[in-house]
């Protein structure tokens, strides 16, 4: 219990200098103009966030520095050093810069769109993540690897989602302003194209969208023509989700890259072109496929690929493990700092 305290401590300490440095990039830029002299002095912010995540030991804390600050954050001060989306405006106030730089939100393309699925949907997910941490924690071990192929894909995803969804909904509502929901739905995504730019993880696909397919389309776009100009941007957007991800990787193991995380973003890449490919060349109506078949056929590709390149390192690793134990962990020392506060217990 103590180390789990000291490790708030750390994280708080950690967080409270990144706030600090952001600070210092919010007043900079009123008197440093976008361009090369922005980006320089923007660098030694980006490069402390290199070194935040390596004075963590826990999982969670590693995966949020690292995620947050060493990804998210230093892709959108690059995008702000040359007045790019989704800061190509400094926004109103300090506070907003903050969340906008700090957290994995971004401004809605469809403001006005609604959530055509039922509230009761989340708390359904809420349960039934909790069951997945109760397995995870306690009978991983005893599990057949055909069920793990399942659970881990469904840890990841009810992971992600369930904390996310909260954090974007209460900073909805704080800042006045409507953000891209995190998650569509990806278990009906219909294709490749679907699951990776309208359903998983949107804040990061419109910032991968931002910061490496629209550069990329642009600089290809004077030595080919626009659809090959296209094909590079999208395989530059996973190959960079893909090194991205083999980070956030290292500083949660400390292991070695094995490369296979970088691989399956490769494959997924790829696959997508050619589906892109193959739709543009109209061949899809010779041979209607039924959403319930094109459903099962994207999530089984995207479940099988992660069994064979994504989920190996995970296992050898013991993370998901980890992360179970430190949510269980995490979970007592609130119910018992909360019991002191209410006097149910001595200190």
């Known amino acids: 219990m103590r180390e789990i305290e000291e490790e708030f401590i750390t994280f708080i300490e950690a967080w409270a200098s990144a706030i600090i440095s952001i600070s210092y990039c919010y007043y900079i830029s009123q008197n440093i103009k976008a361009g090369f002299f922005r980006l320089i002095s923007l660098l030694p912010v980006g490069a402390l966030f290199f070194v935040l995540p390596l004075f963590f030991s826990s999982a969670h804390f590693s995966f949020l520095t690292s995620g947050f600050l060493t990804w998210q954050a230093n892709l959108k001060l690059l995008l702000f050093a040359f007045d790019k989306s989704p800061l190509s405006t400094t926004p109103p106030n300090l506070i907003h810069f903050l969340c906008f730089i700090c957290l994995p939100i971004y401004p809605q393309r469809n403001p006005n769109s609604q959530d055509p699925f039922p509230k009761w949907l989340f708390a359904v997910k809420v349960l039934l993540f ?35 969804t909260l954090l974007n909904d209460l900073l909805t509502i704080t800042l006045g302003c409507d953000l891209e929901p995190q998650f569509n739905e990806p278990y009906l995504a219909t294709s490749l194209q679907d699951f990776w730019g309208r359903r998983w993880n949107l804040p990061v696909s419109a910032l991968l969208r931002s910061s490496v397919f629209i550069p990329v389309r642009r600089v290809c776009s004077h030595l080919m023509n626009s659809e090959r100009a296209a094909i590079i941007g999208v395989l530059a957007s996973f190959l960079v989700s893909g090194l991205l991800h083999e980070m956030m990787f290292f ?58 390149l994504f989920f190996p390192q995970i296992k050898r690793s013991g993370v998901i493990k980890r992360f179970a134990s430190e949510s269980l962990l995490f979970t007592d020392l609130i119910k018992h700092d909360l019991s002191i506060f209410l006097g149910l217990v001595e200190p």
């Open 251 to 308: 500083y949660i193991t400390r292991e070695a890259p094995t490369w296979e995380v970088t691989w399956y973003f490769v494959l997924h890449g790829v696959c997508t072109v050619a589906e892109v490919i193959v739709k543009r060349k109209k061949f899809v109506g010779r041979w209607m496929v039924r959403p319930v078949v094109s459903r099962l056929l994207t999530v089984g590709f995207v479940v099988l690929s992660g069994g064979w």
């Open 130 to 164: 909790g069951v997945v941490l109760h397995v995870c924690s306690n009978h991983i071990e005893k599990l057949h690897p055909i069920l793990l192929l399942g659970l881990y894909p469904l840890h990841v995803y009810l992971s992600h989602e369930i904390p996310l």
